[in-house]
T-cell receptor, first 115, second 114 residues
């Protein structure tokens, strides 16, 4: 079945440091890939997405590139801020029959950014 | 635009008791999802509705969990009887179609079973 494996946390960085959170996936067919973010006390929010190989998703300074050859979708940010502290989830969407698309999530990575 | 609403936000019950969660999706969203998020894990889809019909309930433990969306708007998820392993955050999400990356999540209900 489909699965997502992401870097285990927690990750602790100082403000303005470079961030990478690794994500790899296993899926049949050609999934779409996503990063969701969950700020403390809030629901999940879509951070960025890529729907085909070599696409780059970007939002709020975060980027991730869909790499089909390595089945990866690593999240990066050049300079993190305290406000980026949250849990980050990598996810994939694959067709599970007919027009039904099913999201499969990784376990999440807790990021803490210190001033 | 109002987001996905869920209640209650927190619930503590004893094992073998029953509990119900409520979700009101974004207005006009035809598709509604319930997820279970156990501590340290990513959300797992329990059930997906398209209007008031079930699209996918393959991971719903049907011996104890039930869900309904009678008028194609709000939805309830029930657990009866609860077990210790049901302790989790229950997330509701909605989308305007069947393409799952358009999902919008509510804040969740944190259930503790003692």
């Amino acid at each position: 079945g489909d699965s997502v494996t992401q870097m285990e946390g927690p990750v602790t960085l100082s403000e303005e440091a470079f961030l990478t959170i690794n994500c790899t996936y296993t899926a049949t067919g050609y999934p779409s890939l996503f990063w969701y973010v969950q700020y403390p006390g809030e629901g999940l929010q879509l951070l960025l997405k890529a729907t085909k190989a070599d696409d780059k998703g970007s939002n709020k300074g975060f980027e991730a590139t869909y790499r089909k050859e390595t089945t990866s979708f690593h999240l990066e940010k050049g300079s993190v801020q305290v406000s980026d502290s949250a849990v980050y989830f990598c996810a994939l969407s694959a067709n599970s029959g007919g027009s039904n698309y099913k999201l499969t999530f990784g376990k999440g990575t807790l990021l803490t950014v210190n001033p | 635009e109002a987001g996905v609403a869920q209640s209650p936000r927190y619930k503590i019950i004893e094992k073998r008791q029953s509990v119900a969660f409520w979700c009101n999706p974004i207005s006009g969203h035809a598709t509604l999802y319930w997820y279970q998020q156990i501590l340290g894990q990513g959300p797992k889809l329990l059930i997906q509705f398209q209007n008031n019909g079930v699209v996918d309930d393959s991971q719903l433990p049907k011996d104890r969990f039930s869900a309904e969306r009678l008028k194609g708007v709000d939805s309830t998820l029930k657990i009866q009887p609860a077990k210790l392993e049901d302790s989790a955050v229950y997330l509701c999400a909605s989308s305007s179609g069947t393409i799952s990356y358009e999902q919008y999540f509510g804040p969740g209900t944190r259930l503790t079973v003692t």
